[in-house]
């Protein structure tokens, strides 16, 4: 069997290389050394997310043999004997990214040699990593582009620091004939409808969502490509406040999404920092939205890197347009 030794201390030195190369050695069926791991990170090595992710794929690659990787470590091998499919329980132990495991996770199950389902625990919506409400709106349209489908059950939301959210993805068995076929996003048209979710839970009271509701309308009015939207039913943000049998913990955020005439999907997002009032974190999403419609690209700065991994596993050669491309893209 093949190896293959992974600097991942390269570029950004973050996760990113983690999650791509053990994903890759589980479909490719081969053996990779991860050294050096998150170097770049102010807490270097594995953190629970990333230790979580590394045993999920590990469990469905039924792999013969890895180090005993712990929180911290910086340096790991893993070993696959081939996928396997069935029923897998990821549980982070934290509000971890759930979105995060999927990244890792989600190209595995495709490649699996049946139906397949994983049950997610920890953290719905955390700083520094996609929201779930990304992965459902954003990513997950973009990515059946290249011929796949899965399910999305977000059974409950968990918010920092306690996580307990949960989340179930699951797919079926793609016939051997039917590989992921090449994508060509290249056109991004016109901004055509602008959808958004604002939530709170908890002890987070519903103002917070009015008054992030408020400074995402002022900024998002204020562009000459979105406010020509507004007073229409073209233009969508919800204020959601989660029941209480629905969520663990207290939380408040947003997701913000653009959608053209052309199928291309923008998003913009921010969680409500301790303190932080809600027209800020407003404010902040919808800046990032108008930051993604400024740069031309047909997916945000988000979904570069989360696709590059679906491009190279594609039959044929794919071409996506892209703003600015971030460190995480490059890592890949």
Partial sequence: M???????SVLEGGGQILRISAALSAILGTTV????????????????QHLTGIRLVAEMSDAISSTQA???????????????????????????????????????????????????????????????????????????????TFDLDIVRRGYYPAGGGVAIVRTLKRSSDSPLAAVEIIDRGDITHI????????????????????SVRSVLGSHPLVSPLFGSSTVDIQCVHEPPNTHIGS?????????????????????????????????????????????????????????????????GVSRIRTGKLLLHTRNC
């Fill in 2 to 8: 093949s190896s293959i030794t992974m600097d991942g």
């Fill in 70 to 148: 712990e929180v911290g470590s910086t340096e790991m091998i893993l070993k696959p004997a081939g996928l396997k499919a069935g029923e897998f329980v990821a549980d982070v132990g934290t509000a971890g990214s759930i979105a995060l495991l999927i990244q890792v996770s989600l190209p595995c199950m495709l490649f699996s040699p049946g139906s397949t389902q994983i049950t997610y625990k920890g953290g719905t919506n955390a700083q520094q990593a996609p929201q779930l409400d990304y992965i459902e709106k954003v990513f997950k349209p973009i990515a059946e582009k290249f011929n796949f």
């Fill in 33 to 48: 050394k991860i050294v050096r791991i998150r170097q770049n990170r102010p807490r270097t090595g594995l953190r629970p």
């Fill in 195 to 214: 959808y958004g979710r604002i939530f709170t839970a908890g002890k987070i009271p519903k103002r917070v969502a009015t008054e992030t509701l408020e």
């Fill in 251 to 315: 939380g408040s955020g947003l997701l913000l999404w653009a959608v053209t005439s052309t199928g291309c999907i923008l998003g913009g997002s921010a969680i409500l920092e301790k303190g932080e009032r809600g027209g800020t974190a407003g404010s902040r999403a919808a800046t990032e939205l108008l930051k993604q419609i400024d740069e031309g690209g047909c997916v945000d700065e988000y979904l570069q890197d989360q696709l590059i991994i679906f491009m190279a596993l594609a039959k």
